[in-house]
């Protein structure tokens, strides 16, 4: 199998996010860059996969802030090979990217039987929804999201995956390869990397930075305004000593007569 | 200016999700300021029984075929196609579930419409549409004001009032044949979920523990309070992920859909995805150390505090109090 994960860096939201000036971005300043964390399980299913049926697996992201540090996770994981598109993409919304990503792709010619496109099913910012439909269209192969577990039949070259309803259930969809699916929860947590491992593999290999054509693609239009949420219904916030405020909960709970 | 606003409804295994009837109230109120017919589509096997419900929209299509055993993004993109082309349709609203995931920017790539996803909110004002959007995990919402009123937008379940999309008139049914373009996915059968060991929708208490209880081990703080006040250890997605608690124990939009009374929340963010499983329980008490969480948006009583200052002690005095 010959597998291909784009992923893409995201503002942790642990931390407290800013608007910009322009009211229409996030602060750049203020902003600490990860993974996206369903992309983070993409790597960790298609690593699985790999030690499962053998292949290839290829990560891919755009240039962004901290962008390294994931691409050589990746390789510490097992990756294979890990390709940084060069260029400001930072304004680049879903549908824009998708078309970057399968020009690339098609330019490449990366796109053979036995592709598997691997991508997080959505991100915290995919105000325009996932990219895997997007590129899935664009490449005119099929195309399935919310994937928490795939295998691989390699007498019909196809894969075998699980989606994720609501309320525990699921369904079972059968996919001829090429296909692109979006990786919702890896069949196992993402394994933890040594710090160590990385310096390594920082020594030994190596990412491979690329350019790409100019085809004119458009970044997507932008929002008319950012801001944050609107504190109408918001929490009545007990303070003091943890003293107090357990004090406080008791008094609460018993008032609603929960204890 | 096209001629219509059109909801597709969402259902799994023979039930329409609250969400519908979201989708049909709003849908309604902006079709009358817009001066627009409201169309509604059902696919699926069976799908003709649902549609009596519908009588808030003017026509509801519906394909009903025994081969449809479940509606894939592919199969209901290439219905709704044909039929927003054919009747000029301008606004289409999905539902943001797992079940029409997927739909959205399918369809937008097709039609070359802009899609908006996690829509909480859609007003019409000056022959404009603004769609209100909640991002990075609900810590930030997006306003994006679309003049030409043409697009497709995801609604989050919860967003707007289920009664408004309920009325006892009849719609005019037309029923739509299978298109039978055949599909790039095969459908292989549904997987039921495993019984746990506690049903959690049925627990009036719930402790729910996120990623801010730090480590597997931590989640015994949890376990110390449920056996003090009654009810259950549920969690967040995260803790689910980890394999520290099973399946059945997750509460939002994948998880279970819980209405206890009393939900306390400790160490999770309150991300959409979360919410939705538990926004209608009475009492939400969340103990969190980031103030600006959007759990607590939600929640009646917060605590900004990390757990370990809080839980441990008021454990402590619960039992002083026995
Ligand atoms: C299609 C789809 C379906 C999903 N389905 C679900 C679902 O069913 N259920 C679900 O829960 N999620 C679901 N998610 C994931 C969801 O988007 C969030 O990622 C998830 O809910 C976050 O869990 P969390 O709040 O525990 O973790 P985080 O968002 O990481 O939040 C942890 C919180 O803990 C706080 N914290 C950290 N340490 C401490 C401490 N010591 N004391 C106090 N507070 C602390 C932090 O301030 C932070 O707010 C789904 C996502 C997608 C895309």
């Known amino acids: 199998m010959n597998i291909l994960i784009f992923i893409r860096m995201v503002a942790d939201v642990v931390e407290e996010l800013k608007i910009a000036d322009d009211f229409k971005s996030l602060d750049i300043d203020w902003i600490r860059f990860r993974l996206s964390e369903t992309d983070e399980h993409a790597v960790e299913q298609a690593i699985l996969l790999k030690e499962k049926y053998g292949g290839m697996v290829t990560v891919i992201a755009l240039d962004a802030p901290e962008v390294d540090d994931a691409l050589y996770n990746a390789l510490a994981k097992g990756a294979d090979r890990a390709i940084k598109i060069c260029g400001d993409w930072m304004n680049f919304r879903s549908p824009g990217i998708a078309k970057l990503f399968s020009n690339y792709i098609k330019d490449e010619n990366l796109l053979v039987t036995q592709t598997l496109i691997m991508s997080g099913s959505q991100a915290i910012d995919d105000l325009e929804g996932e990219l895997i439909y997007y590129m899935g269209e664009n490449l005119n192969i099929p195309t399935c999201g919310i994937v928490t577990s795939v295998n691989y039949r390699s007498d019909f070259n196809l894969i075998n995956v699980y989606k994720e309803f609501a309320g525990g259930l699921r369904g079972e969809f059968e996919i001829n390869l090429p296909a692109i699916i979006g990786i919702q929860a890896a069949e196992k947590p993402p394994r933890y990397i040594p710090i160590a491992k990385i310096r390594a593999i920082m020594k030994t290999a190596k990412i491979e930075e690329i350019d790409i054509p100019d085809d004119h693609i458009s970044a997507g239009k932008e929002v008319n305004r950012l801001l944050e949420p609107e504190v109408s219904g918001r929490a009545t916030m007990l303070e003091g000593s943890p003293d107090e405020i357990t004090a406080k909960l008791i008094e609460i709970l018993s008032e609603k007569a929960i204890i | 200016m096209s001629k219509g ?228 250890v549920c969690a967040s997605r995260p803790i689910i992920d980890q394999g520290w608690l099973p399946l059945s124990r997750q509460i939002g939009k994948s998880g279970m859909i819980v209405k206890p009374k009393l939900y306390m929340a400790l160490g999770i963010s309150g991300a959409p995805e979360h919410i939705e499983g538990m926004k209608d329980a009475e009492l939400i008490i969340a103990v969190n150390k980031d103030s600006a969480a959007p759990i607590f948006n939600v929640a009646q009583y917060g605590i900004c505090a990390d757990i370990d200052d809080i839980v441990p002690m008021l454990i402590d005095k619960l039992k002083e109090r026995k």
């Open chain 2, 5 to 232: 606003i059109l909801v597709l409804a969402d259902h799994t295994k023979e039930v329409i999700t609250d969400v519908s009837y979201e989708m049909l109230g709003i849908g309604r109120k902006l079709a009358d300021s817009m001066n627009q017919p409201l169309y509604s589509l059902i696919i699926g096997d069976g799908a003709e029984k649902f549609a009596s419900g519908f009588g808030i929209a003017d026509k509801v299509f519906v394909v009903a075929d025994k081969k449809i055993e479940i509606a894939i993004p592919e199969l209901i993109v290439q219905i709704l196609k044909k039929i927003v082309t054919e009747n000029d349709i301008s606004l289409i609203l999905v539902a943001g579930t797992n079940i029409s995931s997927g739909v959205g920017p399918l369809l937008a790539a097709k039609l070359d419409y802009r899609f908006i996803h996690f829509c909480k909110n859609l007003i019409y004002e000056n022959g404009e549409l603004m769609a209100t959007s909640q991002l990075f995990g609900g810590k930030i919402f997006s306003e994006t004001v679309l003049n030409d009123c043409k697009g497709i937008f995801s609604i989050l379940p919860g967003s707007f009032p289920a009664e408004a999309g309920k009325a006892s008139r009849f719609p005019e049914i037309i029923d739509i044949p299978h298109p039978d373009d055949g599909l790039k996915i095969k459908f292989k059968a549904f997987i039921e979920p495993e019984a746990g060991d506690v049903d959690v929708t049925k627990e009036s208490i719930l402790v729910s523990v996120g990623r801010g209880i730090g480590s597997s081990d931590n989640i015994s703080i949890a376990d110390e309070l449920v056996e003090i006040i009654g009810g259950a």
